[in-house]
């Protein structure tokens, strides 16, 4: 039986949100025509692409690509003592509605929810050691009543879900974040977007470990690779998460340490069906596009035929 999954691609391997200078000059075109060429079936979204639904429908099917998703930079952890639940999610509600409209216009089934309020990711000369938490579970019981509420929004207005992006610099971070996250949301309203790279620079040395804790909350995977080495003195030397980026932390599946045959077992068995997504931020003249993006997809592939 032929294993429902499909397989595309984030334009990081081309052109870099967080750090522009990364593939500043690459042009949008040419991300989607190679990642074409190479066999992914749809992208992940970045700034380079048409920011309305209608364009950006038109933009992919001049390559015959889906819209895999896109990152939603959310602020509910933004816990101010003069805004209740309600309002902070009201917020949220108004300030979303672009960027949903965007995505259910061109039959995305899931937003990559990143938590920004406090983060340092962004931060170049900001170690990542200094990432924000939640001092106390009534912050955390606050969190989780405005995820879900939020969840549970999109998914009766857009028919979309909620991928939480557990990520370096943010309040979820850790394996204990994560379990913590998913102990306290609604599993019919918070899902979770399962990063192999992030899962194991967070501390899960093993991300198969977690994936296996929490597979039936995964509506999303992010697959990427990492420098255990790299990572290693990331950690030592006190490094922001962009300068771990610049260094070369991340790079694309079979190119690292995680072992994504487990990973994709464990995916296979509990009967995901949705996206997996290459997604390794590096610098292109250090790592070219062409040949990591096709060496990430040419793993994947393989795993998934083993698979079938």
């Not at 870099?16 to 200078?21: A, E, H, I, T």
């Not at 209608?54 to 602020?75: H, I, M, N, R, T």
């Not at 990559?112 to 050691?129: F, N």
């Not at 992010?222 to 030592?236: G, L, S, T, Y």
Request: glycine fraction near 10%; hydrophobic fraction near 45%.
């Amino acid at each position: 039986m032929t294993w429902n999954v499909k397989i595309g691609i984030n334009p990081i391997s081309w052109m870099n949100d967080d750090l522009p200078s990364l593939g500043g000059e690459t042009l949008l075109e040419t991300a989607l025509q190679e990642g074409k060429e190479i066999g992914y079936e749809g992208f992940e979204l970045g700034n380079k692409f048409p920011k309305d639904g209608p364009g950006l429908k038109a933009k992919l099917d001049e390559f015959g690509l889906a819209c895999v998703s896109g990152w939603y930079s959310g602020f509910l952890a933004e816990l101010a003592p003069e805004q209740d639940n309600a309002q902070a999610v009201a917020a949220e509600i108004a300030r979303c509605q672009p960027h949903m409209s965007k995505l259910q216009y061109n039959g995305v089934k899931v937003v990559v929810y990143g938590e920004c309020a406090g983060t340092v990711q962004g931060q170049i000369d900001t170690p990542v050691a200094k990432r924000p938490t939640f001092a106390t579970e009534a912050l955390w019981l606050a969190y989780a009543q405005r995820l879900n509420a939020f969840g549970q929004h999109l998914l009766t207005t857009y028919g979309i879900q909620l991928a939480y992006h557990h990520h370096m610099g943010a309040y979820v971070e850790s394996a204990a974040d994560v379990d913590k996250l998913m102990d306290l949301t609604d599993p019919a309203k918070v899902f979770l977007l399962f990063d192999t790279g992030h899962a194991y620079f967070g501390g899960a040395l093993d991300p198969n470990a977690l994936l296996l804790k929490h597979v039936q909350r995964v509506v999303h995977v992010h697959c990427k690779d990492v420098r255990v080495p790299v990572i290693a003195q990331a950690r030592n030397d006190q490094w922001s998460f962009l300068n771990g980026v610049l260094n070369g932390v991340f790079t694309v599946p079979g190119d690292g340490s995680i072992d994504f045959a487990a990973v994709l077992s464990t995916l296979h068995a509990a009967g995901y069906e949705g996206w997996l997504v290459v997604e390794a931020e590096q610098d292109p003249a250090v790592a070219p596009s062409y040949a990591f993006a096709q060496k990430g997809y040419q793993t994947l592939r393989a795993l998934v035929n083993l698979q079938n």
